[in-house]
């Protein structure tokens, strides 16, 4: 798929350019018991959605814009948790028509949603990169994906990670 036959109605768009052990800390809990502020709450299930032109990694924070007729319900369903956080991940060139759960890696990112804005045909919103989470269960196959993911303490080996992601991009 050339870079000219990418279609904005069906993708969502990353704005701008920029296993070892895992926990899953309890909400209002962190991996070491102590209490946390609701905002650093990391979900055991979130809603998940994928992303065509480029990785998004922990610590970036970016516009993303999403079509609004595919993923509307998941941004519904996404406001209406506590934490207000959806998982991302790369997929590459991969059609809405062939998207499958095995199109998704098992790795992607929790970004926290922020200044969500609807217009006619896309949602727009700030996506600050949270932390890397690895799926382990896909409880929706189908759209609005949700899946239970674990977050690992830190990656294997996070800069051949980030090339392998960058590879898969070009």
């Known amino acids: 798929m050339s870079e000219h036959d ?6 969502i768009d990353v704005g701008g350019d920029t296993a070892q052990g895992e926990e899953t800390p309890q909400q209002g809990q962190s991996a070491s018991g102590a209490m946390v502020p609701s905002g650093d709450y990391l979900p ?11 990785p998004f990694f922990p610590a970036q924070v970016q516009p993303l814009i999403i079509q609004r007729q595919r993923w509307e319900e998941t941004m519904q369903r996404v406001a209406n948790t ?3 956080m ?25 970004v926290k949603v922020h200044r969500t804005q609807s217009e006619e045909h896309q949602i727009q919103f700030i996506a ?3 932390r890397r989470f ?3 269960r896909w409880l929706s196959k189908t759209p609005p994906y949700l899946v239970e ?11 051949a990670a980030k090339k ?7």
Request: a negative charge; proline letters at 9%; charged letters at 25%.
């Open 86 to 110: 959806v998982g991302v991940a790369f997929i590459g060139d991969v059609s809405m028509e062939e998207m499958s759960p095995g199109s998704f890696p098992e790795i992607g990112t929790a």
């Open 44 to 54: 055991e299930r979130i809603y998940l959605l994928p992303i065509h032109n480029r």
């Open 134 to 136: 690895r799926i382990h």
């Open 128 to 130: 600050q990169g949270m």
């Open 6 to 11: 990418w279609n904005a109605d069906s993708h």
């Open 149 to 159: 993911v674990s977050y690992p303490r830190e990656p294997v080996d996070a800069e």
């Open 164 to 170: 392998r992601a960058l590879t898969r991009c070009r």
């Open 82 to 84: 506590p934490h207000h």
